[in-house]
């Protein structure tokens, strides 16, 4: 028998998530059956979209009361009866928050090793090479559409999504700015190869920070944050800019969002605001991740992980979403093998 834990969400959370909002469980698996495998899974990822979810409907319905937490997953087969996955195979997919469970195998692939190696580590998969690597490449590039000489501005820039689409703003020859809250960060973009890091919680007037960091004006704005930020940035948007709206992080944790104030610039520069939800690109993933992959290896992208240890410690690396403490993509490591 395998003992098996899981998260579940216990009540839907006011504000920033609680560690009561979700409830530890504990039982033994079942054998396995002809066709399913155990897995032992070995990271999850905690990720911000996931907060609108415990409290309401978003791109995909509201998560249930009593359901495991969702999230990406990184594991190891530990028993098959399953010819597509031997025992051993490493394999991602949406996991959540679990120590193991078992499956047919549906939603489930084999880490490629010819992807997976050398620089771009089997974490990857669930990170830089996941949904938020994605959300930055589709984002940037179906709908910022960068030219040569154009000036890209992101917010949450040290975050996964953001320093994704800072990077690839600098492989398309713009300029590249990102706004992050610490100087730690700051320093890691301009590391990266940003042109202008702009810490925001020391920045003062940000609208000013913005016009000295982009005199010439903005043309993408790849918005992760939202709010305040996001008036910040239409007020600098220069004519026929585009706005990209990845995520809204700053309006999760409220049911009354602050929202756009200055839409006033819409009309005197021309400008187009659209979202996207990265899923509507998966006919694309792969395409996308060995040009992700490729970069890594040529060294024009890099990426950031954050590892905390613990299952138990999930809620909490969660909540550091929302706090600032997080600096990169965010894994939980479930069992080292
Ligand atoms: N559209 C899609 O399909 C899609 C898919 C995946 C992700 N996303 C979105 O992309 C965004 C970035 O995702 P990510 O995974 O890379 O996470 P992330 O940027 O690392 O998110 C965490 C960071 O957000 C910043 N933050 C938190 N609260 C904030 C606030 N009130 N105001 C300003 N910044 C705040 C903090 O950084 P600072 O210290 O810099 O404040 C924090 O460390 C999220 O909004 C996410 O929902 C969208």
Redesign the pocket.
């Given at each position: 028998m395998t003992t098996h834990r899981r998260w579940t969400l216990a009540r839907r959370p006011q504000g920033l998530p609680q560690a009561d909002d979700f409830r530890l469980e504990e039982y033994d698996l079942p054998e396995i059956r002809d066709g399913s495998v155990l897995v032992r899974v070995d990271f999850i990822s905690v990720?911000?979209?996931m907060r609108s979810r415990l409290s309401a409907d978003s791109y995909a319905p509201a998560l249930s009361l009593g359901a495991t937490v969702e999230s990406a997953g990184i594991g190891t087969v530990l028993a098959s009866r399953n010819p597509k996955f031997e025992e051993g195979a490493k394999v991602w997919g949406g996991f959540g928050w679990q120590s193991h469970f078992v499956s047919e195998g549906r939603g489930m692939q084999v880490l490629d090793p010819a992807i997976y190696c050398g620089p771009v580590h089997e974490t990857c998969a669930i990170g830089v090479l996941g949904?938020?690597g994605l959300?930055a490449y589709f984002g940037l590039s179906d709908l910022g559409k960068p030219k040569e000489g154009e000036t890209v501005l992101v917010?949450?820039a040290?975050?996964?999504?953001?320093a994704t689409a800072g990077q690839m703003a600098k492989i398309e020859h713009c300029t590249a700015i990102g706004i992050?809250?610490?100087d730690a960060?700051c320093a890691y973009l301009r590391e990266i190869g940003f042109d202008h890091a702009i810490n925001y919680k020391t920045a003062g007037d940000l609208i000013a920070a913005l016009k000295q960091a982009a005199p010439k004006g903005i043309d993408i704005y790849f918005d992760?944050?939202g709010?305040e930020?996001l008036d910040a940035a239409i007020l600098n948007m220069r004519k026929n800019g585009r706005i990209v709206v990845?995520?809204?992080?700053?309006e999760y944790n409220t049911t009354n969002p602050r929202g756009i104030r200055q839409t006033l610039p819409f009309i005197t520069q021309r400008l187009k605001m659209e979202?996207?939800?990265?899923?509507d690109y998966s006919a694309k993933f792969n395409e996308a991740r060995a040009q992700l992959a490729h970069w890594i290896r040529h060294g024009k992208l890099s990426f950031r992980e954050e590892i905390v240890d613990g299952l138990e410690n999930a809620p909490n690396a969660f909540r550091g979403?929302?706090t600032?403490?997080?600096?990169g993509r965010r894994l939980v490591r479930v069992a080292s093998a």
């Amino acid at each position: 028998m395998t003992t098996h834990r899981r998260w579940t969400l216990a009540r839907r959370p006011q504000g920033l998530p609680q560690a009561d909002d979700f409830r530890l469980e504990e039982y033994d698996l079942p054998e396995i059956r002809d066709g399913s495998v155990l897995v032992r899974v070995d990271f999850i990822s905690v990720d911000p979209g996931m907060r609108s979810r415990l409290s309401a409907d978003s791109y995909a319905p509201a998560l249930s009361l009593g359901a495991t937490v969702e999230s990406a997953g990184i594991g190891t087969v530990l028993a098959s009866r399953n010819p597509k996955f031997e025992e051993g195979a490493k394999v991602w997919g949406g996991f959540g928050w679990q120590s193991h469970f078992v499956s047919e195998g549906r939603g489930m692939q084999v880490l490629d090793p010819a992807i997976y190696c050398g620089p771009v580590h089997e974490t990857c998969a669930i990170g830089v090479l996941g949904i938020p690597g994605l959300t930055a490449y589709f984002g940037l590039s179906d709908l910022g559409k960068p030219k040569e000489g154009e000036t890209v501005l992101v917010s949450s820039a040290a975050g996964t999504v953001g320093a994704t689409a800072g990077q690839m703003a600098k492989i398309e020859h713009c300029t590249a700015i990102g706004i992050a809250g610490s100087d730690a960060k700051c320093a890691y973009l301009r590391e990266i190869g940003f042109d202008h890091a702009i810490n925001y919680k020391t920045a003062g007037d940000l609208i000013a920070a913005l016009k000295q960091a982009a005199p010439k004006g903005i043309d993408i704005y790849f918005d992760n944050v939202g709010g305040e930020t996001l008036d910040a940035a239409i007020l600098n948007m220069r004519k026929n800019g585009r706005i990209v709206v990845s995520g809204q992080i700053a309006e999760y944790n409220t049911t009354n969002p602050r929202g756009i104030r200055q839409t006033l610039p819409f009309i005197t520069q021309r400008l187009k605001m659209e979202g996207l939800v990265v899923y509507d690109y998966s006919a694309k993933f792969n395409e996308a991740r060995a040009q992700l992959a490729h970069w890594i290896r040529h060294g024009k992208l890099s990426f950031r992980e954050e590892i905390v240890d613990g299952l138990e410690n999930a809620p909490n690396a969660f909540r550091g979403l929302f706090t600032g403490e997080a600096f990169g993509r965010r894994l939980v490591r479930v069992a080292s093998a």
